[in-house]
Each structure stands twice: as structure tokens, then as C-alpha cells.
């Protein structure tokens, strides 16, 4: 991760939940009050953004001390006491909440990502996320879709190119698109085309690009196209991606499952931060 823009991220966290100050915690305690205490998981989640959880707390004061049990990517069970804090009072409960909440979403999505490659795993079938990311969180959170064992698709417009349904519309089919890019864009940048027909495949077939994404296709079409293109590109599934459905779809003999559920609308994992 880019420590300069995650550092960035952190600060204006901080000072979104922290403002003028903590009213509570420098009421009760005075700056020389020092406490300790555990991070508690409530469930049963795939660790991920220890990292972030212990800088949050040192850009706010350099004091306080994270010590982690076991490294992101670990399955840690419910119940168990997996790293042990320590500082001034006043800077633990000031943070407490932002250093969570990415915390707790971060695991979420690496726990997320876990059971979608989990249910993939007889299949050479890659998971792989979408840009359907929380505005401002993308490096977090793709981040963590690798530590639950997913790869990253594009991280931005200025990564690959990847033709869908509006430019195919504006632009008048997938062969005008295609042919425009190849005029205008470095021949190093991979060149991706959605696909929402076997007409559509056999378009982006004939213009040779790297990769062709099946989007929202039925399960039997899915095999039709897989078919079809016979190794000529790279294949990715998408749309209405659930977990229910990965195994089905890696069955198809896709490369790769694309799934914004994944990032966009994942439940944060149940982590507690207990004083003692």
C-alpha cells in the first residue's frame, strides 16, 4: 500500500471523527493516564489491516503501541484475544473508532473474498474484485480482497482498457470501439471487452482483444461462449455474482469471476478493542 496516501487517508479520518477534540475521554483522563488493553474477535473472520489499525493510532500519537498475534490473511476464531494495545487513555479512545472501522471492514472483505475462493477452489477459476469500491477506500480495500485470496481487477480507468455497453453503444458496435482504441492507446495497455451476446463474443473475437467478459449471461450461454472462444482470450464472468453461484460458474470453465459483492456491499467483520 502507498503509505504517503494511506497516511492521508488516516489524518483526515481522524479529524473527521475527532474534530476540535475528545469531549469525553480528555474530560475524564488526564494526559499522563496510560492504559492496555486486547482486540477481541467476535466471529470467526480472515485478518485483515492490522497495519492500518496500529498507524491510525500512531499518527495520533507516536505513544501507542500495537502488537499484533498473527499477521493478515490468518483465520482467527471467535472468542479469540488476537493483538494487545497499549498507550495514553486519552489517544486510545480517541481513535478507537476509526482505527475499527477500517478494521473491521477490512476483514470483512478478506473474510468475503475467502469464501468466494473457497468455493472456487476445484476450479482454475481466479476471483478477482470490480471498482465498485467505497470512494476513497479503494487501496484498502482491494488490499484486502488479496489477503482473502482474491486477485485485483483494474485499479482505475487509467489501467487497462475495458470497453462495455455504453462506449459499444455510443461508439456503434464493438469493432468501431476496438479499432478507435488501437489508433489512440499504448499497445502495452490490455484491451477488454464486455459482452452481453454470442453475437457480442464473436465480435470481440474477431478483433482479437485480450479479454472478454460474459455479463450477465445464463448459465448455459456461459458454457456456449466458453466454447466459442476456446482460449483466443482470457474469459471473465460477471453480473449477479453471489456466492451461491461461484461454484456453478468456475464449472464453465472460466478464468475469471468478477464480483462487486466482494467490496461494495460486504457486512464488517464483528471486532471489539476491550480495555483492561
Known amino acids: 500500500m502507498n503509505i504517503l496516501a494511506m497516511d492521508d487517508l488516516l489524518r483526515q479520518s481522524l479529524k ?3 474534530g476540535f477534540g475528545d469531549a469525553t475521554g480528555e474530560a475524564i483522563f488526564d494526559s499522563d493516564h496510560f492504559s492496555s488493553g486486547i482486540l477481541l474477535a467476535k466471529q470467526d473472520l480472515v485478518l485483515a ?22 499477521r493478515d490473511g490468518t483465520l482467527i476464531r471467535s472468542g479469540e484475544e488476537f493483538a494487545v494495545i497499549e498507550g495514553p487513555t486519552r489517544a486510545l479512545l480517541a481513535a478507537e473508532r476509526v482505527a475499527l472501522n477500517f478494521l473491521q ?3 470483512g472483505i478478506a473474510t468475503q473474498t475467502s469464501h468466494f475462493v473457497e468455493a472456487a477452489k476445484n476450479y482454475r477459476t481466479v476471483i478477482v474484485d ?20 482474491g486477485s485485483n481487477h483494474r485499479f482505475g480507468l487509467d489501467s487497462m482498457v475495458m470497453i462495455k455497453d455504453n462506449h459499444i453503444m455510443a461508439a456503434g458496435g464493438i469493432s468501431a470501439a476496438v479499432k478507435r482504441v488501437r489508433e489512440r492507446v499504448s499497445p502495452y495497455l490490455r484491451i477488454e471487452v464486455e459482452a452481453e451476446s454470442l453475437e457480442q463474443v464473436k465480435e470481440a473475437l474477431a478483433e482479437a482483444v485480450d479479454v472478454i467478459m460474459l455479463d450477465n449471461m445464463q448459465l448455459a450461454v456461459i458454457k456456449q461462449a466458453v466454447e466459442l472462444i476456446d482460449r483466443q482470450a482470457l474469459v471473465e464472468v460477471s453480473g449477479n455474482v453471489s456466492l451461491e453461484r461461484v461454484a456453478e460458474l468456475a464449472a464453465t470453465g472460466v478464468d475469471l469471476i468478477s464480483s462487486g459483492a466482494l467490496t461494495h456491499s460486504v457486512r464488517a467483520a464483528d471486532i471489539s478493542m476491550r480495555l483492561r
Open 16 to 18: 473527521e471523527d475527532i
Open 130 to 149: 470490480t471498482r465498485k469500491t467505497t470512494p476513497g477506500l479503494r487501496m484498502l480495500e482491494k488490499y484486502a480482497v488479496t489477503v482473502g485470496g
Open 49 to 70: 489491516g492490522m497495519q492500518v489499525f496500529a498507524r491510525t493510532f500512531a499518527l495520533l500519537d507516536d505513544r501507542v503501541k500495537v502488537v499484533p498475534r498473527y
Open 105 to 107: 471492514r477490512m476483514s
